[in-house]
């Protein structure tokens, strides 16, 4: 993400950024820093597998922290798109090549979500119900339609 851009995300999805936020930056932080202290008194730092374990979960729990802050600070809070057409935060049921999928279009990701940048969420942005959409997919283009919205 560049600085002068902006992700779009609903309330719902900014709000459980800032929860994962709020866990990582108190909680876990805490936990990290006591496993820290404790392997410290383990002795040797240079042979001190737990010292070197606490301290790359250090390292990777303050990389999310900072990816999660700049994230919010250059987010964008969009209404949730309603019903009638596909927009972030919308919950489509697709069906496609003798298959049917529920997703929902987050740029927050997780389980069951589609990018709204991905090539089905791009292809599903602005869409109504009973639409076909064609998805430009790096293994290759293929049809689906729009069986609901909510």
Known sequence: ??????EKLTQRQA?????E???LEGPRRDEV???IKTAREFGDLSENFEYHAAKNEQGLLEARIRTLRARLD???IVADAGTEQVGIGSVV???GGGQRMTVEVSAVGGAGTVSPTSPLGA????RRVGDEVEV????????ATIKSIS
């Open 123 to 126: 292809a599903l942005i602005g």
């Open 136 to 143: 430009q997919a790096p293994r290759g283009a293929w049809t």
């Open 33 to 35: 820093v006591k496993a």
């Open 93 to 95: 049921v697709v069906e």
């Open 1 to 6: 993400m560049t600085a002068d851009s902006s």
């Open 21 to 23: 936020l709020d866990e």
């Open 15 to 19: 709000d459980a950024l800032r929860a």
């Open 74 to 76: 250059h987010a964008e």
